[in-house]
T-cell receptor, first 111, second 114 residues
Framework: GQSLEQPSEVTAVEGAIVQINCTYQTSGFYGLSWYQQHDGGAPTFLSYNALDGLEETGRFSSFLSRSDSYGYLLLQELQMKDSASYFCAVQPRGGGNKLTFGTGTQLKVEL | GAGVSQSPSNKVTEKGKDVELRCDPI?????LYWYRQRLGQGLEFLIY????????KSGLPSDRFSAERTGESVSTLTIQRTQQEDSAVYLCASSLAPDTGELFFGEGSRLTVL
């Protein structure tokens, strides 16, 4: 099975850089995804790592290290609108996009 | 449609009643998923439909839960004899390609069982 752990809360100031970690125990997977969810809203896709290393998409970057069973989402130039919950998710082998989600991290951006 | 559409957006029901939740995926998306999200928690997989293959029902929590999908279109999640622990937001998602890690979610149906 899969188990993904994230910090429950992270607080940072506007303009700063923040890293949200995701550690996992899984028997094998295709890739690691990240989703953002504002209160009461739908989760929206941010990034996907199929290979080890860094993927950059604008202000957001995501990193995966399979050897360390670890990934992270990096948010740069934080804005107030980035206050939301962030979830990592693994895509199991042979399971299509049947994702297993992490516990979620609530990011609070302060002035 | 432009996005995944779910209805109703909110449903309040009494314990023991049956409820049906509807999901209309993005046109052309072959895969459809149902997830449950309890307040302040992560997303819990329920069921997955891929084309005409048999659905993956491995996440359904009990036999009170069932889901159907007609071809590659609308899906209905049915909860029979609802219990208070069924109170949650039920999220539907669809995807075009099976192995991209990218799901498109609807806004969800918030179910409250009194």
């Amino acid at each position: 099975g899969q188990s993904l752990e994230q910090p429950s809360e992270v607080t940072a100031v506007e303009g700063a850089i923040v890293q949200i970690n995701c550690t996992y125990q899984t028997s094998g997977f295709y890739g690691l995804s990240w989703y953002q969810q504002h209160d009461g809203g739908a989760p929206t896709f941010l990034s996907y790592n199929a290979l080890d290393g860094l993927e950059e998409t604008g202000r957001f970057s995501s990193f995966l290290s399979r050897s360390d069973s670890y990934g992270y989402l990096l948010l740069q130039e934080l804005q107030m609108k980035d206050s939301a919950s962030y979830f990592c998710a693994v895509q199991p082998r042979g399971g299509g996009n049947k994702l297993t989600f992490g516990t979620g991290t609530q990011l609070k951006v302060e002035l | 449609g432009a996005g995944v559409s779910q209805s109703p957006s909110n449903k309040v029901t009494e314990k023991g009643k049956d409820v049906e939740l509807r999901c209309d995926p993005i046109s052309g998306h072959t895969a459809l998923y149902w997830y449950r999200q309890r307040l302040g928690q992560g997303l819990e997989f329920l069921i997955y439909f891929q084309g005409n293959s048999a659905p993956d029902k491995s996440g359904l929590p009990s036999d009170r839960f069932s889901a159907e999908r007609t071809g590659e279109s609308v899906s209905t999640l049915t909860i029979q004899r609802t219990q208070q622990e069924d109170s949650a937001v039920y999220l539907c998602a669809s995807s075009l390609a099976p192995d991209t890690g990218e799901l498109f979610f609807g806004e969800g149906s918030r179910l409250t069982v009194l």
